[in-house]
């Protein structure tokens, strides 16, 4: 059954839930950084399912934040 609010199809392919995998991959960050990096994936989870190209520009929009960031703290 499609729960459109608990559970929205375009967040729960693949058998794990988006939600569960981005606090698996931002375990250890913080702030912005745990953020971004979790919007990045969202945004990459459910870009066939829902907005196409747009969502993957929005992931790519949170990329190239994290990676200026990066490039900032390496320059400290």
Do not use: S
Not at 58 to 74: H, M, N, P, Q, S
């Amino acid at each position: 059954m499609n729960d459109p609010v608990n559970h929205p199809a375009h967040y729960t392919a693949g058998g794990i839930e988006c939600i569960d995998a981005i606090a698996a991959a931002t375990t250890g960050l913080t702030g912005e950084e745990a953020y971004d990096t979790g919007a990045a994936i969202k945004y990459l989870w459910r870009w066939k399912r829902k907005n196409g190209v747009e969502d993957l520009r929005k992931a790519r929009w949170y990329i190239d934040r994290l990676i200026k960031k990066a490039r900032e703290a390496e320059q400290r």
